[in-house]
């Protein structure tokens, strides 16, 4: 990728992040956050990470925004009236953030970052390579991922369940432990 | 190709304002919304530097990181929903008591 489509997709991806915790209303937010996410993706296709990038539109921008799109239907949010949050609060977040993104400059700059540039393999980011590094270095990691998606998926259930309503009374206790 | 100093002070910026969000923004979505960011500005720093080295490690991490991801989401948007079945609110400052 030339360097000036690299410039404006960095302005993109921070304009657009900043958009997600400016807006009022948190479908303006999630709108944001998914440009965001976009910008990255074809940031990391510029890096020749090609499957990682077109994973993460698939994965983040498509399922996982989906998910919080229908929560904020499901919970029916509507834009925040009045001053969010306390103004002090406010300017320690903001002060907070710059003094990180100050440290970070410091950290990532080139003396202590010291990256010895290596050319790129042949079939670099293919889909071949990522499953060959995939099934045999990091074979354990996956199969523990896989177990954890599953914790998730009952852990969520479980949690967004909505609890049965007990109408009998042969144990009031009970009754009046679920409605409290 | 573009310098690593750009594509890493692209993640802390990112990385910073997901922390600005957290702290500044006081509905529980969108700051989650902003951990997302956070860990999107990471993965960024994982794919520029893999790629500088030369080496399929970072893509791999960035692979699980997703995983973990969607896994994180899954559960905490499940966490927001009954809570707000039971206060009715996504306020951050109203929820102060970790029972109901």
Redesign the interface.
Known sequence: ?P?FL?IFL?AL??VS??G??VQRN?IH??LS?IS??LT?AI??IG???V??GF??II??AG??MI??LF??W??N?QV?SGP??HLA??A???L???L??TE??FL???PH?Q???????AG??SLA??A???FT??LV?FEV?SL??L???V??????R?LPVVVEEPQPRVVEKIAS | M?P???????S??????????V?????I??M???I??ML?AV??AF??????????????I???V??????????G??????T??NRET?HADELTLMRW
């Open positions: 990728m360097p690299y960095g991806a921070i992040a900043l997600v915790i948190p937010s999630l956050l965001t996410l990255i940031l990391f890096e020749n990470a499957v990682v994973l993460q994965v983040y399922a996982i998910l919080f929560v904020i499901l919970l949010l925040e969010t949050g609060l406010k320690f977040g903001s907070g953030a710059a990180l993104v970070l400059f990532l700059a080139p970052l990256v010895k540039f290596t050319q790129e393999p670099y980011g390579s990522l060959g590094k995939l270095d990091y990691a991922t954890l998606l914790a998730a998926v852990g969520s259930i479980a949690l967004a909505r | 573009i690593l100093t750009y594509m890493m002070s692209l802390a910026i990112i990385f910073a304002i997901g922390v600005a969000g702290i500044i923004r006081r509905n979505l969108v989650f919304m902003s997302e960011l999107n993965n960024l794919i520029a530097i893999g790629s500088r080295l030369g080496s399929m490690d970072g893509q791999v960035v692979f699980f997703m995983t973990v991801a969607a896994a994180e989401s899954a559960v948007l499940g966490i927001i929903i009954s707000f079945r996504v």
